[in-house]
C-alpha cells in the first residue's frame, strides 16, 4: 500500500506520518509536486498525513484498513 500526494503547482518539501498518539512514523523530504509514501508495513488504523509545501501546510486524517 502507498499513499500518493500531488500538490498542483505547490512544491512539496516533506511529507509527514503520524499515528493517532502523535508519534513519527514516516518523515521524508521531498523536491517536486509529488510525494509517496510506503504504508504496507503499517497496522490498519488512523494516521494523519501532514504536508508542508512552500505555500503552507496541510493535514488529513486517512483511514489504512
Do not use: C, F, W
Request: proline share 2%.
Amino acid at each position: 500500500d502507498i499513499l500518493y500526494v500531488k500538490s498542483g503547482s505547490a512544491t512539496i518539501k516533506n511529507v509527514t506520518l503520524t499515528n493517532m498518539s502523535g508519534i513519527t512514523i514516516r518523515k521524508k523530504a521531498y523536491e517536486g509536486n509529488s510525494a509517496d509514501i510506503y504504508m504496507r508495513d503499517l497496522p490498519a488504523g488512523v494516521y494523519i498525513v501532514t504536508v508542508e509545501t512552500d505555500q503552507g501546510i496541510t493535514t488529513k486524517r486517512i483511514h489504512k484498513q
